[in-house]
């Protein structure tokens, strides 16, 4: 067993014994770092990590939309949101463009690079989450998926 996996159950533990019950915010914030961890490294044979690979699908679904849309739909802070977009351009895979309706604004657009980028990368995380994912069987993974459906849409309607 590695050092790294006794420290994380001793750390549950410890959480454990000062809570009242289960340690759902920690498993959730730990099942959340080993699996974009995981992404993330998958990802890097890519050039991109997750953030890029949300930029991307967003707008591959939506379209063209502001910096300060794809910060809000994707819940990084503006700053995070230049620099991934600055990447994603730099590696030609979106761009920025002039909205007509105010020269002072741009929207950002994915490119065919972008699109091709896209569906490799996304690709290869799938196949990152399906090696997570594989103590789970069919039943189980979707009662998981139900259960942080419904968990993400009570947290998006709290705000």
Known sequence: M???????????AGVTGA??????GYLLNLAH???RAAANRALRAHGIDLRHVG???YLAQAGPASQRALAAA???DKSSMVYVIDELE?????????????????????????EKRLRSAGATASAAMEELLAPF??????QLDELLSRFVDHARQRG
């Not at 590695?2 to 549950?12: E, F, K, L």
């Not at 069987?137 to 979707?142: F, H, K, L, T, Y």
């Open 19 to 24: 809570l009242a019950g289960p340690p759902t």
């Open 55 to 57: 930029v991307l699908a």
């Open 137 to 142: 069987s069919p039943a189980e993974r979707g």
């Open 90 to 114: 730099r590696q030609g895979l979106a761009e920025r463009q002039r909205t007509r309706q105010d020269r002072r604004s741009h929207a950002v657009r994915i490119t065919s690079a972008g």
């Open 2 to 12: 590695s050092s790294r996996i006794r420290a994380d159950q001793q750390v549950q």
């Open 33 to 35: 770092r080993y699996a």
């Open 74 to 76: 994707l819940q990084l």
